[in-house]
């Protein structure tokens, strides 16, 4: 049965920083993996999706970054900006299913 | 712009009401999902469907059963709402192929007293 971590849970950083955000995964035999952004009270919106067969997508500020063979996945968010403030969760999809498994998110906070 | 809509951002029902919770994308997907939120918990699956008149449960159906007539929209329905169903409802739809990822709805805030 796949696993998904995200560590940390949560996180609080000034304004300008260049950020990591971590998701494992326990197997390695992915179809793809997606980030969600989700804003207080409200759905997740997609940020961006990574096949098996890529190594990395970028939107914007935003660079994802996929290592199947050590179970990973990074989301890099370039100078951070207060706007950025919300919880992102990865979702990882596999095992013969179209059922994703989520990981539980990391909630960051970033302060002017 | 590609959607899926959920009817209600917030809803107050009373304990023992039967609730309606409605979805609707827009995208022509096969696939629809409905997700409970809750602190702590992260998103458990309620169920899901692959086709119109077909549906699966999920990991928590218990106390929830759902209808889909029409290939756009997917009701989630509390048959007797308890206080225990207070949280947040996400909907979600995408095609059944692994190369492609998921729509969520904005998100429904039940809360039953």
């Known amino acids: 049965k796949q696993e998904v971590t995200q560590i940390p849970a949560a996180l609080s950083v000034p304004e300008g920083e260049n950020l990591v955000l971590n998701c494992s995964f326990t197997?390695?035999?992915?179809?793809?993996l997606q980030w969600f952004r989700q804003d207080p009270g409200k759905g997740l919106t997609s940020l961006l999706l990574?096949?098996?067969?890529?190594r990395e997508q970028t939107s914007g500020r935003l660079n994802a970054s996929l290592d199947k063979s050590s179970g990973r996945s990074t989301l890099y968010i370039a100078a951070s900006q207060p706007g950025d403030s919300a919880t992102y969760l990865c979702?990882?999809?596999?095992?013969?299913?179209?059922?994703?498994?989520f990981g539980r998110g990391t909630s960051l906070i970033v302060h002017p | 712009d590609v959607k899926v809509t959920q009817s209600s951002r917030y809803l107050v029902k009373r304990t023992g009401e039967k609730v309606f919770l409605e979805c609707v994308q827009d995208?022509?997907?096969?696939?629809m999902f409905w997700y409970r939120q809750d602190p702590g918990l992260g998103l458990r699956l309620i169920y899901f469907?692959?086709?119109?008149?077909?549906?699966e449960k999920g990991d928590i159906p218990e106390g929830y059963s759902v209808s889909r007539e029409k290939k756009e929209r997917f009701s989630l329905i509390l048959e007797s709402a308890s206080t225990n169903q207070t949280s947040m409802y996400l909907c979600?739809?995408?095609?059944?192929?692994?190369?492609?990822?998921?729509?969520f709805g904005s998100g429904t805030r039940l809360t039953v007293v």
């Open positions: 979600a739809s995408s095609f059944p192929r692994v190369n492609y990822g998921y729509t």
């Open positions: 197997d390695s035999a992915i179809y793809n």
């Open positions: 990574i096949q098996s067969s890529q």
């Open positions: 979702a990882v999809l596999s095992g013969g299913s179209y059922i994703p498994t």
């Open positions: 995208m022509d997907h096969e696939n």
């Open positions: 469907s692959y086709d119109v008149k077909m549906k």
